[in-house]
C-alpha cells in the first residue's frame, strides 16, 4: 500500500503537470499524460509498474468517462446516426482485418488455409479492428465537439465496432481450436445483451426519475447513478463476453433523459478527470517497453502501426463520405476511430494463451496504442483549428 501511494502521487504530479503543460502548447492535456506515463515507466526511468492497483484505477477511468460520455449523447441525434455509424463500423472492421492478415503474410509468407499460421495472420488483422474511444472522447470533450452530429457518429461506431471485433474474435479463435458453434453463440449472447441491457436501462431510468424528483440535485443521485453504471459494465464483460466499456456507456445513454443528467455528468467528471482519467491515460504509457525489440519486430512493428491506422481512416473515412459527410468531416470519423487501447490488449492477450500469436507481438500493440493515442487528440485538435480559422 505504501508504495502505490508514491506511485500514486508520482501519475497525478507528473502526468497532470505534463497535461496542463500540453494544453498550454496547444495540444489536447490526454498527450501530455500519456508522455507522463512513458518517462515514468520502463521506456524512460523505470521508476512505476503497471500493477494491479494501477490498472484498477485506471480501468475505473475509463468506465466513468465512457458513462460521461453517454451521459451527454443527444438520443435523438444517436437515433439517426444509428444507420451510419453501422456502416461505419462494419467497414472499420473488415478493412484492418484484411489490411493486418496481409501485412503479416507478406512479412512472414502465406500460408495455406487451416494452417496454425494462416489462422496467426487472421488474428493479426483481428488486433487491428479494435477501436478504443475513451482517448477521442477526451479530445472531443476538450474540444466542446462531443454532442455533435460528428461527436455522436464517432463514439456510436466505436461501441458497434467492439461488438463487430468481438464477434471476429471469437470466430477466428473458435475456428483455430476447432470449436463449433463459436459464431451462433456470440451471436446470441450479443443479442441477448442488448435486450436485457435495453430492460435494465429502461427500469434504471424510471428509478432515476423517481429519485430525482424526491431529491433533485442531492449528491445519491450521481451516486446511484454511477452504482448501476459499475454493475451493468460488470454484466457486460461476465456473462455476455461485451466489452465493459460497452455496458457503461449504455448505461449512461439510459439515464440521458433524466431531468438531473446534466448533474449526474458534472459530478462524475469531477472524480474522472482529476484522478481517475489521468492514471489511465499514464497507465497507457507505464505498459509501454521498446528496450526489448528486435531489428526485425521493430520494423513489423512499425508497418503494424502503418497499416493499423491507414485502415481504419481510410475504411471509416469513406462510408464517412459516402454517407453524407464533406471530405473533412469524414477524414475527422476516420482519424477518431483510429486510436486503439484495451480491446486490442486484451485482443492480443488472447491469441498469446492459446498459442496463435508469440508474446513479442505485444510490442507492436503497445506501439500502435501510444502512437494512435499521441496522434489522433493531436490531429483532431488541428482539424478543427483549421476549420474555426475558416469559419
Not at 444507420?83 to 462494419?90: D, E
Not at 471485433?165 to 471469437?170: E, H, P, S
Request: charge should be positive; glycine fraction near 10%.
Amino acid at each position: 500500500m505504501i508504495e502505490f501511494l508514491k506511485d500514486f502521487g508520482l501519475v497525478l504530479l507528473i502526468c497532470k503537470s505534463l497535461g496542463i503543460l500540453s494544453k498550454r502548447l496547444g495540444a489536447p492535456q490526454v498527450v501530455g499524460e500519456i508522455i507522463g506515463g512513458l518517462i515514468l515507466g520502463p521506456c524512460v526511468l523505470d521508476v512505476i509498474e503497471s500493477g494491479d492497483t494501477i490498472s484498477l484505477f485506471a480501468e475505473i477511468g475509463v468506465l466513468m468517462m465512457m458513462f460521461s460520455t453517454g451521459l451527454g449523447t443527444d438520443l435523438k441525434q444517436l437515433m439517426k446516426s444509428g444507420k451510419t455509424a453501422f456502416m461505419i463500423a462494419l467497414v472499420g472492421v473488415l478493412v484492418p482485418l484484411l489490411g493486418g492478415t496481409l501485412l503479416y503474410s507478406c512479412f512472414y509468407g502465406f500460408a495455406s488455409i487451416g494452417s496454425k499460421e494462416f489462422y496467426s495472420a487472421i488474428f493479426i488483422g483481428t488486433i487491428m479492428t479494435a477501436t478504443s474511444v475513451s482517448i477521442t472522447v477526451a479530445t472531443l470533450q476538450e474540444l466542446g465537439k462531443i454532442n455533435t452530429k460528428l461527436g455522436t457518429v464517432i463514439v456510436s461506431a466505436a461501441i458497434i465496432d467492439d461488438v463487430i471485433g468481438m464477434i471476429v474474435l471469437t470466430c477466428v479463435v473458435g475456428a483455430a481450436s476447432g470449436e463449433k458453434g463459436s459464431f451462433g453463440v456470440i451471436l446470441i449472447k450479443t443479442i441477448l445483451f442488448f435486450a436485457i441491457a435495453w430492460i435494465v436501462g429502461y427500469l434504471a431510468n424510471r428509478g432515476m426519475e423517481f429519485l430525482d424528483k424526491k431529491y433533485p440535485h442531492t449528491q445519491r443521485i450521481p451516486i446511484f447513478s454511477l452504482a448501476i453504471c459499475f454493475l451493468m459494465a460488470y454484466m457486460a464483460e461476465k456473462y455476455f463476453g461485451i466489452a465493459d466499456i460497452t455496458g457503461a456507456y449504455i448505461m449512461g445513454v439510459a439515464l440521458a433523459s433524466v431531468d438531473d443528467a446534466k448533474y449526474i455528468e458534472k459530478k462524475v467528471d469531477i472524480s474522472a478527470y482529476m484522478i481517475f482519467a489521468p492514471v489511465f491515460f499514464a497507465n497507457i504509457g507505464l505498459q509501454t517497453n521498446l528496450k526489448s525489440m528486435t531489428k526485425d519486430m521493430l520494423v513489423f512493428s512499425a508497418l503494424f502501426v502503418l497499416v493499423a491506422l491507414i485502415c481504419k481512416i481510410l475504411g471509416c473515412g469513406i462510408v464517412a463520405r459516402l454517407s453524407g459527410f464533406d471530405t473533412k468531416d469524414a477524414l475527422k470519423v476516420g482519424i477518431g476511430m483510429m486510436t486503439r487501447g484495451e480491446v486490442a490488449l486484451i485482443v492480443a492477450q488472447k491469441g498469446l494463451s492459446i498459442g496463435l500469436i508469440d508474446s513479442a507481438f505485444f510490442s507492436a500493440v503497445i506501439l500502435l496504442i501510444i502512437v494512435s493515442s499521441i496522434a489522433t487528440p493531436l490531429l483532431l485538435k488541428y482539424m478543427y483549428r483549421e476549420n474555426s480559422k475558416k469559419g
